[in-house]
């Protein structure tokens, strides 16, 4: 799977997962009030990280958490300059 990013006229974006060999898209997040970045898999590839601005709060960048099945999006840590990294 690659997951990736989309936003709108409006500022809504959205995040989806592509399977490779089919190029099948299904929706993991949609017309959310974010600007999503730096979107990556977990090793394990059960979740999905990725770092967004909440375009309706104004906020600073944050980091997020969500299941790859589509769970709510879980803030982790606010206020962040570059993509989670595993090692």
Known sequence: ????????KSERGSL??????TLATRPLLTDAEMIFH???FSPDGQQVFFTAIDTAKK???????M??????????IED???AVSFS
């Not at 989806?16 to 060999?21: D, K």
């Not at 906020?59 to 958490?65: G, V």
């Not at 790859?68 to 803030?75: R, W």
């Open 1 to 8: 799977y690659l997951a990736y990013a989309t936003v709108d």
């Open 16 to 21: 989806w997962a592509l399977q490779i060999p």
């Open 38 to 40: 730096a979107v990556s």
């Open 59 to 65: 906020s600073p960048r944050s980091l997020y958490r």
């Open 67 to 76: 299941t790859f099945l589509g769970s709510p999006p879980t803030k982790l």
């Open 80 to 82: 962040v300059q570059s």
